[in-house]
């Protein structure tokens, strides 16, 4: 009988271990458990090193969440969720593939769900559902299967068309866009300021300062957040810090003057 090996990631300790419990009582689930993200990360790469590959994550929505918090914070609406368990399913899925993401919700959010399926999960599940119904959603993610609620059909529907529409015009505006504006919107992505964008691109800051009010013009946006997520609603990702700056057969500048 082939083993289904699962990882229980909550920081909620007595919900995972009476989970984990519930689903090792199964005859054919191994099952392991992590407090966190990072500890979870550290189980993946630690099985896939002996060679006891996990197969699927059980995942809590509001991982990390603060106490009080009703809700984990937003994610940025055009790049990776951040803040909750939605974070470490772009994560797994950027480390390892292989494995399939089941998030378990207190309750039912058409948005979040959307999300989460954008980030890789494979399924969105209520934490109070029956024993039998989780494993049975285990066992279909594993036949590549897409499980959410009836309930949230519609909205999930919604919103991914929504998200479509969005990530088309922003594709758009972002090819309006000249190379070496692109270039310093890979840098405002990756979180550089005008300073650093100069001195990675070997630009003066006023020249900086000039391509960083255009590409905000042509993206119609007025903020530098506003253009991150615009650019990864496109796809846009960071400039590689260690990357070479200049692009071919264009005039470099340094301190100011034509090289």
Known sequence: MARIRVLVVDDHRVFAESLAAALAAEPDVDVA?????PAALRCLDRGAAE??????LLVDADLGAAPAAPA?????PGGEPAG??????AGVRKAQPAPRVIVLAEKDDARRAALALQAGASGWVAKDCSLQRLLAVVRGVLRDETHLPPALLTGVLRELTAARRHRTESERLVESLTPREREVLRCMVAGLGRK????RLFLSPHTVRTHMQNVLGKLGVHSTLAAVALARRAGVGPAPLAEAAALPGQVVERGGQPA
């Open 72 to 76: 984990a914070v937003p994610p940025d």
């Open 196 to 199: 650093a964008v100069a001195e």
């Open 51 to 56: 060679g006891r590959r996990f197969d699927v």
């Open 33 to 37: 458990a992590a407090g966190s993200a």
């Open 84 to 89: 909750d368990g939605i974070a470490l399913v």
